[in-house]
């Protein structure tokens, strides 16, 4: 159903949805729960604005680092590397806590 929205309308509607209940979904030892909620966030996370992300989610992010199911980091470092992109973001990631937790998950 997800992929019938356009582009447009994600983006601007998921601004005001509160993804802590989907990312609620990953603290549990149901790989198939934890596989669909990163598939639905994988999915998602693209359409939301990479500022807004983490400034409401970013200590959300940061404990997903260390989930013990490799697809939950997986999925933060992918989101990492899509804020990376954007000149003006690098500056914003640095600042941010998630920065040392994710260099330091990179470097193990």
Not at 3 to 19: P, W
Not at 63 to 92: A, E, G, M, W
């Amino acid at each position: 159903a997800l992929s019938h929205l356009s582009r447009e309308n994600l983006s601007r509607d998921l601004g005001t949805v509160d993804l802590a209940v989907l990312f609620d979904c990953l603290n549990c030892d149901k790989d198939l729960q934890i596989e669909r909620a990163c598939e639905i966030l994988d999915y998602v996370l693209n359409f939301l604005d990479p500022v807004l992300l983490l400034e409401r989610y970013g200590g959300i992010l940061q404990h997903c680092l260390s989930h013990k199911n490799t697809r939950v980091p997986i999925l933060v470092v992918k989101q990492l590397h899509r804020f990376s992109q954007d000149d003006d973001l690098v500056t914003v990631i640095g600042a941010h806590p998630i920065y040392v937790t994710a260099v330091n998950l990179l470097a193990a």
